[in-house]
């Protein structure tokens, strides 16, 4: 179907849903993420968001046990899907939304907004418009960020902090990356 989509002599993007949540999590290390890559542009991997920071942090979680499989795959042509922005609803607070926002731009994830744009809290509009954390996801070399380091314990939340790290056009002199860094404090406290 790829094919068929991309020889129709104009821009088609092709997003499946084949998934962790039609298959038994015993059995999530067999599913063929190059395969799927092979064949669509968008893969909506794990299980729909909700307007809720437990359904946010539950799939940064997904994506981080599974991000060497993810990070190995994704780059022009094919983006993991971790499922839409939720920031905008009354339900997800300033800092959550900066989080979600945040780290699906370092994950370079497609920017699907699931809000009503007539009723915005306070201060979401700006995250969601945020010309620099675009610019992240937008990057050209489309690497998804690393987690690269997790103080605390993330399955006893929210205690724990974790820092992504996305290698990042411009190409500095010697051939080597630039980097976003992402920083994420889940505890409840400030750190």
Request: charged share 15%; hydrophobic share 40%; proline share 6%.
């Amino acid at each position: 179907m790829r094919d068929a989509l991309a020889s129709a002599g104009r821009p088609i993007v092709y997003s499946i849903e084949w998934d962790a949540q039609y298959i038994p999590k015993d059995q999530w290390g067999n599913i063929n993420y190059s395969f799927i890559a092979q064949v669509s542009n968008l893969n909506r991997d794990y299980y729909d968001v909700s307007k809720s920071w437990d359904s946010i942090a539950n799939i940064i979680d997904h994506f981080v046990a599974n991000q060497d499989r993810f990070i190995a795959i994704q780059g022009p042509g094919y983006w993991n899907d971790p499922d839409m922005i939720v920031v905008g609803n009354s339900d997800i607070t300033l800092d959550q939304a900066r989080v979600q926002m945040s780290i699906w731009s370092s994950w370079s994830a497609p920017l699907i907004m699931s809000n009503d744009l007539r009723a915005m809290p306070p201060g979401h509009a700006e995250i969601l418009l945020n010309k620099y954390v675009i610019a992240v996801d937008q990057d050209p070399l489309g690497i998804m960020a690393r987690m690269v380091n997790v103080t605390g314990n993330c399955n006893v939340r929210p205690y724990c902090q974790m820092t992504f790290v996305k290698p990042m056009t411009p190409m500095i002199k010697n051939g080597t990356y630039s980097y976003a860094v992402a920083i994420v404090n889940r505890d409840t406290t400030a750190h």
